[in-house]
């Protein structure tokens, strides 16, 4: 029990020791300090400004920025919607695979451009090499510096007084790609290559089987089976069995894995080479590459709140947005590991399961990867959802039913516990806004958040963007529970079929990306429909934050006086995390109990 608990701690304190120093690196770079790399990249910079004819030191309007924004966004939605179509023709397809049909096309072009990474396929037998490389893992880049850009638009304007500049969206994005995103991802995928990801241009291979294995009619593998190569026979405990089919090969997915594994984690992308994302032993083999990709989900969400902090001259209030995010993240690690290591009283029913610890991982093994376990995987669903990531080393849909809740809750909350790169901070500001105001309402004064007054403009569109999520999701999945045949996607029936469906519209409205298994999202109506939420759920709050950013710039700062509410001490942290879980759980308590606690009060009856 010892040493699982020390697992937990080891992972928390190794994100938190990286995340310090990297947050004052990345303040440096994008306040155009020098850096320990500037002497490589500068060149390289200046070289895409004369290129793009791109003026670093332009100040642009946030209506501007916002433009600027959505056209960059929507060129490339364009280009992988396109590229998706026409893969079939294209070079760099080995394995002669087809083009994509326009809905999933849609789907996956939405799902990227917004750092989503929700995939209703999968990536080894749908997309060619040029789709991943070329499509998918640029718009991981890409998606991921936008959030960033975003972030720092808000960060300028708490800094610069009666002023309309927000700076230039071209040269945050391209510092973002050269000095923080690609170094890191380089660091990453070397890590990841030595750890055994796969990482070649080589199309997949059929490889024989060490012991050949039946197969049923169904599709079932037989256990115990014995197999008679010579006669094509098969039989289990002594019966032939007809029509079983023998399997002496296997397919074996090649392809340069390492190189997106790396951005997809690091840029809170989520997502998988493989179908079966990071539980495929190519994708993450190892104890080692599992401790890579999943400190990788949490560095550049962590690392922001130290920069913010840096960037604004207070610290204090970056630590204080920091330990929001971090105490809901230990408060749901602790939740999904007690869960599944406790399990359900079915499991352990009349002995079935042995779900003690003793010489074992014990608990609920169901839908986990052995090379892992229970801690391992539970802190990696913690950290993916928290993350706004997506990408699984285990199954949530076999978890228990509070340990599933936590990680759709998590999602549900807005992408605020860390959350993605860039929009979970400047999603937390939001809620800071709030919180500052609903504060100052209490005591009867004007709200003032970092020497600036927060007033209705600000409050209007900081609701915006605290809501998006939960409109998106809840309008999504209701619309999805009346319409016919959707209940043909569904691996289960009841409360748990519909925390799948809610997962679903949940993860996309939360640009997560992650799914309950056994969900088939592959029709016309959830491509479009989970297309669309995610496209609103995304730009929706891009566009609420570059407005404050706007007002706030133009603003004059306000000194702090004996009445101004302290933003840096425990009060406020506290607050804050309850105006979030506020939100949270008068938005989704509904639909949460229709679900996951309607499937655990029924277990436990």
């Given at each position: ?307 913010f902090g840096k960037a604004v001259n207070n610290k204090k209030q970056g630590i204080s947005i920091f330990m929001a995010m971090f105490i809901c993240l230990v408060i749901a690690v602790s939740s999904i590991a007690v869960s599944e290591q406790l399990a359900t009283p079915q499991l352990a029913q009349d002995g079935n399961v042995d779900i003690s610890m003793v010489n074992q991982a014990g608990g609920n093994m169901e839908g986990k990867e052995t090379r892992f376990g229970i801690a391992s995987s539970s802190t990696w669903a913690a950290f993916t959802t928290a993350a706004s990531n997506g990408s699984v080393n285990s199954m949530h849909d076999s978890y228990t039913p509070l340990g599933g809740m936590v990680t759709m809750l998590l999602i549900q909350l807005g992408e605020v516990i860390f959350g993605g790169v860039g929009c979970g901070l400047y999603s937390m500001l939001a809620f800071a806004i709030l919180t500052v105001f609903i504060a100052g309402l209490m005591v009867g004064r004007t709200p003032e958040f970092l020497g600036k007054k927060i007033e209705p403009y600000e409050m209007k569109w900081s609701v915006l963007v605290c809501l998006a999520t939960p409109v998106a999701i809840l309008i999504g999945s209701g619309i999805a529970a009346v319409v016919p045949g959707i ?119």
């Amino acid at each position: 029990m010892m040493s699982t608990v020390i697992q937990y701690i080891l992972y928390l304190a190794i994100l938190v020791i990286l995340a310090i120093p990297f947050g004052g690196y990345i303040k440096k770079v994008m306040n155009g300090e020098k850096t320990f790399l500037s002497r490589i990249f500068i060149p390289c910079e200046n070289a895409v400004y004369k290129v793009m004819h791109v003026d670093k030191e332009e100040q642009m309007s946030w209506k501007k920025y916002t433009v600027s924004v959505l056209i960059f966004s929507g060129i490339g939605f364009i280009f992988l919607f396109l590229l998706q179509l026409l893969q079939g023709v294209l070079p760099g397809n080995p394995q002669g695979l087809p083009g994509v049909k326009w809905d999933l096309s849609f789907n996956t072009a939405s799902s990227f451009i917004t750092n989503t990474n929700w995939q209703a396929y999968s990536g080894e037998s749908t997309l060619s090499y040029l789709t991943q490389a070329v499509g998918l893992t640029v718009q991981n880049f890409v998606s991921a510096a936008t959030g960033i850009a975003v972030l720092f638009a808000l960060i300028r304007g708490f800094i610069k007084v009666k002023s309309d500049g927000l700076g230039s969206f071209w040269a945050d994005i391209t510092r973002i790609v050269i000095y923080i995103l690609i170094p890191l991802n380089l660091v990453v995928s070397l890590l990841l290559v030595g750890g055994g990801v796969i990482q070649n241009l080589k199309g997949a291979e059929t490889v024989s089987l060490v012991e050949p294995i039946a197969v049923s009619a169904d599709g079932e593998v037989l256990e115990n089976a014995e197999i008679d190569l010579g006669t094509g026979t098969v039989e289990v405990d002594g019966k032939a069995v007809r029509d079983a089919d023998i399997v002496t090969q296997q397919f074996v997915p090649m392809g340069p894995a390492a190189s997106q594994v790396a951005i997809k984690q690091t840029g809170t992308n989520g997502g998988g080479y493989m179908g079966v994302n990071s539980a495929h032993p190519l994708e993450n083999p190892n104890a080692f590459t599992n401790i890579i990709e999943m400190i990788s989900l949490l560095l550049i969400p962590a690392s922001l709140c130290f920069t913010f902090g840096k960037a604004v001259n207070n610290k204090k209030q970056g630590i204080s947005i920091f330990m929001a995010m971090f105490i809901c993240l230990v408060i749901a690690v602790s939740s999904i590991a007690v869960s599944e290591q406790l399990a359900t009283p079915q499991l352990a029913q009349d002995g079935n399961v042995d779900i003690s610890m003793v010489n074992q991982a014990g608990g609920n093994m169901e839908g986990k990867e052995t090379r892992f376990g229970i801690a391992s995987s539970s802190t990696w669903a913690a950290f993916t959802t928290a993350a706004s990531n997506g990408s699984v080393n285990s199954m949530h849909d076999s978890y228990t039913p509070l340990g599933g809740m936590v990680t759709m809750l998590l999602i549900q909350l807005g992408e605020v516990i860390f959350g993605g790169v860039g929009c979970g901070l400047y999603s937390m500001l939001a809620f800071a806004i709030l919180t500052v105001f609903i504060a100052g309402l209490m005591v009867g004064r004007t709200p003032e958040f970092l020497g600036k007054k927060i007033e209705p403009y600000e409050m209007k569109w900081s609701v915006l963007v605290c809501l998006a999520t939960p409109v998106a999701i809840l309008i999504g999945s209701g619309i999805a529970a009346v319409v016919p045949g959707i209940g043909d996607s569904l691996n289960n029936t009841g409360a748990h079929g519909f925390s799948e469906l809610l997962y679903a519209y949940s993860s996309c409205g939360g640009n997560n990306g992650s799914a309950f298994a056994g969900f088939n999202a592959d029709t016309v109506f959830l491509n479009v429909s989970l297309g669309l939420v995610m496209l609103f759920a995304r730009f929706l709050p891009i566009i609420g934050t570059l407005a404050i950013a706007g007002s706030l710039g133009g603003k004059k700062k306000i000194a702090a006086t004996s009445g101004t509410l302290s933003t840096t001490n425990g009060m406020f942290v506290f607050l804050l995390i309850f105006v979030v879980l506020l939100v949270g759980a008068l938005s989704f308590f509904p639909a949460l109990a229709l679900g996951p606690l309607a499937e655990f009060f029924s277990n436990m009856i």
